[in-house]
């Protein structure tokens, strides 16, 4: 009886641990079941928040895209507003740059200037120390007369 008692003590022994087995299985399993949860809904609010900064960013950056462009819409209205004012005063008013009466002085003064400049030039060579032309701007030797200090 002793082997009898032996062997239903070894089999309510394998039922009793199996239970438990399966007990604490399922336990780990809910728990990292659990855990893989929270992750996964921590990883969601991490998305979302990265979602909405960058839609944030993408918002900001299209505003600023649409600000611009209706700035530079209106300074190229504000370019061509300039360029048909500027082609029609051209038509009615022809502006001189120096006025009526500038332009007139500065006319006579370059043709005064003109004729002083034909006058100052002279047909002879300059004189030089010895009140002579000495030929140098021509390329013609000089005429000097060679004293030799002992001679004289």
Same mark, same amino acid.
């Given at each position: =009886?002793?082997?009898?008692?032996? %062997?239903? /003590?070894?089999?309510?022994?394998?039922?009793?641990? /199996?239970?438990?087995?399966?007990?604490?299985? #399922?336990? =780990?399993?809910?728990?990292? !079941?659990?855990?893989?949860?929270?992750?996964?809904?921590? #990883?969601?609010?991490?998305?979302? %928040? !990265?979602?909405? !900064?960058?839609?944030?960013?993408?918002?900001?950056?299209?505003?600023? %895209? !649409?600000?611009?462009?209706?700035?530079?819409?209106? *300074?190229?209205?504000?370019?061509?507003?300039?360029?048909?004012?500027?082609?029609?005063?051209?038509?009615?008013?022809?502006?001189?740059?120096?006025?009526? *009466?500038?332009?007139?002085?500065?006319? @006579?003064?370059?043709?005064? *200037?003109?004729?002083?400049?034909?006058?100052?030039?002279?047909?002879?060579?300059? #004189?030089?120390?010895?009140?002579?032309?000495?030929?140098?701007?021509?390329?013609? @030797?000089?005429?000097?007369?060679?004293?030799?200090?002992?001679?004289?």
């Amino acid at each position: =009886m002793e082997i009898g008692t032996l %062997i239903i /003590g070894v089999i309510i022994g394998l039922v009793i641990g /199996g239970i438990l087995g399966l007990v604490v299985f #399922r336990t =780990m399993q809910s728990n990292s !079941q659990q855990k893989v949860n929270h992750t996964e809904d921590e #990883r969601k609010a991490l998305l979302a %928040i !990265q979602a909405r !900064q960058h839609l944030d960013i993408s918002r900001q950056a299209l505003t600023d %895209i !649409q600000n611009r462009t209706a700035e530079l819409a209106s *300074h190229l209205n504000e370019y061509e507003d300039s360029l048909t004012q500027a082609t029609t005063s051209a038509g009615e008013v022809k502006e001189t740059f120096f006025g009526e *009466h500038a332009s007139v002085f500065l006319r @006579n003064s370059l043709e005064a *200037h003109k004729k002083d400049l034909a006058l100052a030039q002279p047909d002879t060579q300059p #004189r030089d120390f010895a009140n002579s032309g000495s030929g140098v701007f021509v390329g013609a @030797n000089a005429k000097t007369v060679k004293k030799n200090k002992s001679q004289g």
